[in-house]
């Protein structure tokens, strides 16, 4: 999935600190993340607990701060570096939750974004680059080093793509959806099994991936009126459909140790996230993501 290559993209849309140093407090309590002790689930921590809500937050602690590249300023910059990528989407995604949100009576807020490398700090703790990208409910951010997408690729077998890149923030952005409509927290006190609150958490951030990339090539730049993204081809969507694969549980638990245990999933499987992402993208229907309601996540609308 490609840029349109005129689109006008606001390179101070991020915020970019790679090259910093990343120090930093830790989450106050103990900063836990939803897949808990489980190694190299989806995106590191995928969404960062929420702590005591005494967290130290002190991202300017010897960290290089600033946007992004000033040439991130046109799709087609977005279509050849992966951090204007991440701009263009972040700002696609700024657009189109902006109108569908307020379509199902919530107040739409921006999140914030930052790109780093090695190390950083958050209102939910400290980051690495083996966090993978994550969102932190505490200070509304979603942090991503976009040297995971080479990781993800090689560790996971997943796809590089830039849809597959898409995927992966929209997938975050999905979770901030949450925290604006109160549905992050389903998740804190129930955080492993095949039925849990955190696998429902996680299908539903699926689903409104699928949700936005189904809109994508239809979503315009408000002050233009202009396309963000051109049309999505069948190939396209088997790219993203093959990095939900390769995050399943069962995939990474089978590939990591050669068994499968249901009771210590925290972000479904394999099959189950292909399934929530096409029922975002097909039914182009928030509500049709309301996993929390589902009898049978293997099969969405059930």
Known sequence: MSFND?????????????????????VAGGGVSILGLILALIFGPGVFDQGSGT????????????????????????????????????????????????????KFRKPKMVTFSGATSSGCGRATAQTG???????????????????FTSQFGGSSGPLAQIYIVAHEYGHHVQNILGDLEKSQNDRQGATSGAVRTELQADCYAGLYIGHAATTKDPKTGQTYLKPITEAQVRDALA??????????????QGQVNQDSWTHGSSAQRQAWFLQGYKSQDMTQ???????????PGS
Request: glycine letters at 8%.
């Open 6 to 26: 005129n689109v006008q993209i606001d390179s101070g849309r991020i915020e970019d600190r790679r090259g910093g140093g990343g120090r930093g407090g830790m």
């Open 55 to 106: 967290s130290t937050q002190s991202s300017s602690s010897g960290q290089a701060q600033s946007t992004a590249n000033a040439s991130c300023t046109t799709g087609a910059a977005a279509n050849q570096d992966d951090v204007c990528r991440l701009t263009a989407t972040t700002q696609s995604l700024d657009a189109f939750w902006s109108q569908e949100l307020p379509a199902h009576n919530a």
């Open 133 to 151: 990208p994550f969102y932190c409910p505490t200070d509304e951010t979603a942090y991503v080093d976009t040297a995971f997408y080479k990781q």
């Open 243 to 256: 990095a939900a694969a390769s995050v399943g549980d069962d995939h990474i638990q089978q590939t990591a």
């Open 289 to 299: 993501c309301n996993t929390f309601n589902a009898r049978d996540l293997n099969n």
